[in-house]
């Protein structure tokens, strides 16, 4: 998804600042910890209604650009 920048933003006021999906206080960790501990998309939009199947994918995004940006490794 090259477009994730439309689905996702930040506002000093909500959430502290961190990346939101936009229109909502849901935070993109809060997607990306459902995935992690394995919920599938479909169950987080149930979970969360403001969500789409959209948002969960701007949100992996989103993910795959940090990565890009800063490698994180991992503990030994």
């Known amino acids: 998804m090259k477009n994730w920048q439309e689905r996702i933003s930040t506002n000093s006021t ?5 990346p ?10 809060v997607i ?5 501990e394995g919920l599938t998309p ?22 795959a650009a940090l990565a890009r940006e800063e490698e994180l490794l991992p503990l030994r």
Do not use: F, Q, W
Request: net charge negative.
């Open 14 to 18: 909500i959430c502290h600042g961190k």
């Open 20 to 29: 939101c999906i936009t229109g909502t206080r849901i935070m993109v960790s």
């Open 32 to 36: 990306l910890d459902n995935l992690a």
């Open 42 to 63: 479909d169950e987080i939009v149930t979970d969360y209604p403001p969500l789409t199947p959209i948002d969960i994918r701007a949100a992996i995004a989103y993910a």
